[in-house]
């Protein structure tokens, strides 16, 4: 008899996490740091502590609650996700994960289970980027890969660093370096994520079994030209910053479309124009581009092409330009074994499967730097996400967290 999560304390956890939200009735808004964040997290420590979990959270705010298993010294069997959102977000973006691992830990204690490796629940700071820009930065900071001053360059619109933010929430960044997670600390670490493509929900598919992670890189482009009167101002007279980024916009989707890997994706998510008036040729324009690919090389070339056409549009219509680098995640093939491990557990339930890669972002791609990483993905409803019509059902979230408390059980007995 294989064990089976209890799916309606998930939906409950879910629903009651989605109440701490800045935009109800517009998606879901749950900024790291924010005071919607630190209900939930709140509500997520207490239920870690009623069944008895030793919970830390370190400088940046990542939540780690532990299960001691019969052998202390042996590493931990890690599972997680993260509870911020973007602005007007989804309902199951990260929770799902968040819950699930709980979830799926909350069930071995109450089957009296003891494993030989300690379970250790996690949550991630800022995986989406909402605030500064770069994704993945609660798991950066967990593997060493941003320090201090990192934190302190990450800044919101307002100018305000993920350091003094952090500091407000009542953390102390200062002591990250000191608590950078060592390879060996984790056996391995499982993320349950919603799909956010159209794959899974078009073959009818329940359970995705992820092989690779696209890499990421995220740029603010500036451009500064000449503000003037719209109607009064010659065509052949003009600097206009607009006119230039619209050049970029336009080379930046043609191109992606052709790449050799076939897989880049390129997104112009946000623009600023100033002073952003009908009748006045702008000043500065800024746009931001989010380039990705599964192949580094790629990527690479795509982000070099992307910058040799802003220097070619800036020259021609006598702007200044700039390309500010937000971050950036290496593209990552997870372990095999973690994998193949994660296939048994399919076959054994008799559940539906297949292999993917991932377009979106995870924190599994940062923690694959000193751990096996591993990622189950469950279908969304017509393929939508990071938007308020963002779906999945509740059988297949079922599916995905029974995956998911079978696969720990394994790796931890
Ligand atoms: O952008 C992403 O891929 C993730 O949702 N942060
Ligand atoms: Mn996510
Ligand atoms: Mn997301
Ligand atoms: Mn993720």
């Known amino acids: 008899m294989m064990l089976e999560v209890n799916i309606d304390r998930i939906m409950n956890n879910i629903e009651t996490i989605c109440e701490f939200n800045a935009t109800p009735g517009q998606g879901y808004t749950r900024f790291s740091y924010s005071k919607e964040d630190m209900q939930a997290r709140e509500f997520l420590i207490n239920e870690c502590q009623e069944f008895g979990l030793k919970v830390t959270t370190d400088g940046v705010g990542n939540i780690r609650a532990k299960l001691e298993g019969l052998d202390p010294q042996a590493p931990s069997v890690m599972s997680g996700s993260h509870i911020d959102t973007v602005y007007h977000g989804g309902k199951y973006d990260g929770l799902v994960g968040a819950i699930g691992a709980l979830e799926a830990i909350r069930t071995i204690i109450e089957n009296g289970i003891k494993t030989l490796n300690s379970l250790e629940f996690v949550v991630f700071s800022e995986e989406e980027g909402s605030n500064f820009g770069s994704t993945l930065a609660g798991s950066k900071a967990m593997v060493g890969y941003y320090g201090v001053d990192d934190l302190k360059k990450l800044k919101n619109p307002l100018g305000i660093s993920m350091y003094d933010m952090a500091k407000r929430a009542g953390y102390d960044p200062d002591k990250v370096t000191h608590q950078v997670l060592k390879h060996g600390e984790v056996k391995a670490m499982l993320e349950l994520h919603i799909e956010q493509s159209i794959v899974l929900e078009s073959k009818n598919i329940p359970i995705g079994i992820v092989e690779a992670i696209a890499g990421m890189q995220a740029f603010e482009i500036v451009l500064k030209g000449v503000a003037n009167h719209a109607g009064a101002t010659p065509m052949s007279l003009r600097n206009d910053p607009m006119a230039t980024a619209a050049k970029i916009m336009a080379h930046i989707e043609d191109l992606a479309k052709i790449t050799p890997s076939g897989s880049t994706v390129a997104t112009v998510g946000r623009i600023f124009c100033e002073p952003n008036i009908s009748n006045v040729i702008p000043e500065n324009v800024l746009f931001t581009l989010d380039a990705r690919d599964v192949d580094n090389r790629i990527l690479n070339q795509f982000v070099s092409d992307v910058r040799q056409k802003l220097i070619d549009e ?31 557990e399919a076959k054994a339930r008799n559940i539906p499967f297949m292999r993917m890669n991932s377009g979106a972002v995870h924190d599994s791609s940062i923690l694959s730097a000193v751990t096996k990483a591993g990622m189950i993905f469950i279908p969304s409803v017509n393929g939508r996400s990071h938007v308020p019509e963002e779906d999945s ?21």
Do not use: P, Q, W
Not at 316 to 343: P, R
Not at 395 to 411: A, Q, T, V
């Open 314 to 344: 800036s020259a021609l219509h006598g702007v200044s330009s700039n390309m500010h680098f937000l971050g950036s995640s290496d593209a990552i093939i997870l372990d095999k074994l973690t994998v193949e491990l994660l296939e048994n």
């Open 393 to 413: 059902r509740y059988e297949d979230i079922e599916l995905g967290c029974n995956m998911l408390l079978g696969s720990l059980l394994k790796l931890a007995m």
